[in-house]
């Protein structure tokens, strides 16, 4: 695997941005600003990785967050 991308979608309804991953199974998070989002998903990916859920370490890939907005 060479990064790991997160999608991040903004509910206009509940007024939340929603963050999942196909890199990161089981990854979702919520959060009113991306600004708040970034490092609760970085810090959740790094607990399952710790954990032993995931097969890599953030040290060893970088991640990139998608934004969409509809």
Known sequence: MNMIIVRAD?????EVWTATSRDVPGLVAEAGS???LRPKVLAMIEDLAEEG???FSLQ???VHFVASVT
């Not at 903004?10 to 509940?14: C, F, L």
């Open 53 to 55: 859920v995931l097969a």
């Open 10 to 14: 903004w509910d206009p309804d509940a």
């Open 34 to 36: 991306m600004e708040t």
């Open 60 to 62: 060893d890939i970088p």
